[in-house]
């Protein structure tokens, strides 16, 4: 049986979105970004769109 992700719906703090911001402004990409905040590509994602932040696509 798969792990289960114990960060399941944790809200998040003011210092985790700094550091999202942070990270999308020096161009990381998301896969990069939700490895450094251990959260899931998704939620990294909604959280960005949310707060009008954009994350590089990287090709």
């Given at each position: 049986m798969a792990e289960r992700f114990v960060r399941?719906?944790?809200?998040?703090?003011?210092?985790?979105?700094a550091k999202l911001k942070l990270l999308a402004g020096k161009g990381m990409?998301?896969?990069a970004i939700a490895k450094a905040?251990?959260?899931?590509?998704e939620s990294v994602q909604d959280r960005?769109?949310?707060d009008g932040v954009k994350i590089a696509k990287l090709r």
């Open positions: 399941h719906r944790q809200p998040w703090t003011g210092d985790e979105v990409g998301l896969k905040l251990t959260r899931s590509e960005a769109k949310q």
